[in-house]
Protein backbone atom coordinates (compact mmCIF):
# COMPACT_ATOMS: atom_id res chain seq x y z
CA UNK A 1 0.00 0.00 0.00
CA UNK A 2 1.29 3.19 -0.71
CA UNK A 3 0.47 6.57 1.01
CA UNK A 4 1.08 10.19 -0.29
CA UNK A 5 0.67 12.88 2.40
CA UNK A 6 0.75 16.56 1.26
CA UNK A 7 2.07 19.71 3.55
CA UNK A 8 2.90 23.40 3.48
CA UNK A 9 -0.45 24.58 2.01
CA UNK A 10 -2.01 27.64 3.15
CA UNK A 11 -2.77 31.23 2.01
CA UNK A 12 0.01 33.67 0.75
CA UNK A 13 0.52 36.93 -0.90
CA UNK A 14 1.40 37.48 -4.58
CA UNK A 15 5.12 37.42 -4.68
CA UNK A 16 5.83 35.36 -1.72
CA UNK A 17 7.39 31.48 -1.57
CA UNK A 18 5.46 28.40 -0.38
CA UNK A 19 7.28 25.06 -0.22
CA UNK A 20 4.98 22.00 -0.58
CA UNK A 21 6.00 18.53 0.67
CA UNK A 22 4.82 15.00 -0.33
CA UNK A 23 5.87 12.53 2.66
CA UNK A 24 5.78 8.48 1.20
CA UNK A 25 5.38 5.84 1.99
CA UNK A 26 5.11 2.00 0.86
CA UNK A 27 7.64 -0.58 -1.32
CA UNK A 28 5.60 -0.40 -3.97
CA UNK A 29 7.66 3.05 -4.73
CA UNK A 30 10.68 1.52 -5.76
CA UNK A 31 11.94 3.36 -8.76
CA UNK A 32 8.81 5.95 -9.27
CA UNK A 33 8.12 8.77 -10.89
CA UNK A 34 6.69 11.44 -8.79
CA UNK A 35 4.76 14.22 -9.73
CA UNK A 36 2.68 17.32 -8.34
CA UNK A 37 -1.07 18.27 -9.89
CA UNK A 38 -2.79 21.12 -9.45
CA UNK A 39 -6.93 21.91 -9.54
CA UNK A 40 -8.61 24.89 -9.52
CA UNK A 41 -12.02 25.29 -8.78
CA UNK A 42 -14.04 24.29 -11.91
CA UNK A 43 -10.64 23.76 -13.85
CA UNK A 44 -9.29 20.33 -14.46
CA UNK A 45 -6.42 19.07 -13.01
CA UNK A 46 -3.39 20.29 -14.58
CA UNK A 47 -0.10 18.89 -14.47
CA UNK A 48 3.03 20.58 -12.30
CA UNK A 49 6.23 19.17 -12.53
CA UNK A 50 7.43 15.62 -12.23
CA UNK A 51 10.44 14.03 -11.46
CA UNK A 52 12.33 10.65 -11.27
CA UNK A 53 13.21 8.03 -9.02
CA UNK A 54 16.81 8.88 -9.09
CA UNK A 55 16.06 12.77 -9.30
CA UNK A 56 18.20 13.46 -12.36
CA UNK A 57 15.40 13.75 -14.87
CA UNK A 58 13.36 17.02 -14.37
CA UNK A 59 10.08 17.83 -15.95
CA UNK A 60 7.89 21.39 -15.31
CA UNK A 61 4.79 22.69 -17.11
CA UNK A 62 6.05 25.75 -18.77
CA UNK A 63 3.40 28.06 -16.62
CA UNK A 64 5.26 27.61 -13.54
CA UNK A 65 8.96 27.23 -15.32
CA UNK A 66 10.94 29.41 -13.50
CA UNK A 67 9.22 29.55 -10.94
CA UNK A 68 8.17 26.44 -9.27
CA UNK A 69 10.89 23.67 -8.90
CA UNK A 70 10.68 19.59 -8.31
CA UNK A 71 13.06 18.09 -5.98
CA UNK A 72 13.12 15.09 -4.45
CA UNK A 73 15.15 13.02 -1.38
CA UNK A 74 15.12 9.06 -2.31
CA UNK A 75 16.35 8.22 0.87
CA UNK A 76 13.90 10.22 3.11
CA UNK A 77 11.33 9.12 0.33
CA UNK A 78 9.86 13.32 0.15
CA UNK A 79 9.19 15.51 -2.83
CA UNK A 80 8.89 18.83 -2.67
CA UNK A 81 7.88 21.67 -4.70
CA UNK A 82 9.43 25.41 -3.98
CA UNK A 83 7.13 27.72 -5.36
CA UNK A 84 8.34 31.14 -5.93
CA UNK A 85 7.45 34.38 -7.10
CA UNK A 86 3.18 33.05 -6.33
CA UNK A 87 0.14 34.47 -8.18
CA UNK A 88 -3.17 34.74 -8.23
CA UNK A 89 -3.42 32.17 -10.72
CA UNK A 90 -1.32 29.15 -8.74
CA UNK A 91 -4.34 29.12 -6.09
CA UNK A 92 -5.19 25.62 -6.69
CA UNK A 93 -5.29 22.48 -4.34
CA UNK A 94 -1.97 20.41 -4.79
CA UNK A 95 -1.96 16.93 -5.20
CA UNK A 96 1.21 14.63 -4.98
CA UNK A 97 1.34 11.83 -7.29
CA UNK A 98 3.33 8.57 -7.40
CA UNK A 99 3.82 6.11 -10.80
CA UNK A 100 5.62 3.46 -12.11
CA UNK A 101 6.63 4.97 -15.34
CA UNK A 102 9.13 8.13 -16.07
CA UNK A 103 7.95 11.26 -15.76
CA UNK A 104 5.16 12.24 -17.39
CA UNK A 105 2.44 14.93 -17.51
CA UNK A 106 -0.12 12.22 -17.90
CA UNK A 107 -2.31 11.84 -14.83
CA UNK A 108 -3.72 8.71 -15.79
CA UNK A 109 -0.03 7.61 -15.73
CA UNK A 110 0.34 7.74 -11.91
CA UNK A 111 -1.15 4.94 -10.01
CA UNK A 112 -0.91 6.98 -6.07
CA UNK A 113 -2.31 10.06 -5.02
CA UNK A 114 -2.43 12.01 -2.07
CA UNK A 115 -5.09 13.91 -0.86
CA UNK A 116 -3.93 17.53 -1.41
CA UNK A 117 -2.96 20.70 -0.03
CA UNK A 118 -4.73 24.00 -0.44
CA UNK A 119 -3.06 26.62 -1.60
CA UNK A 120 -4.49 30.36 -2.12
CA UNK A 121 -2.95 33.22 -3.61
CA UNK A 122 -4.42 36.66 -3.06
CA UNK A 123 -3.53 39.83 -4.98
Given at each position: ?VQL??????????????????A??????SG?????????P???????A????????K?V??????????S?D??????????????P?D??????????????????S?S????????????
Amino acid sequence: QVQLVESGGGTVQAGDSLRLSCAASGRALSGAAMGWFRQAPEKDREFVASISWSGFNKWVADAVKGRFTISRDTAQNTVDLQMNSLKPEDTAIYYCAAGAGGITSVATSYSYWGQGTQVTVSS
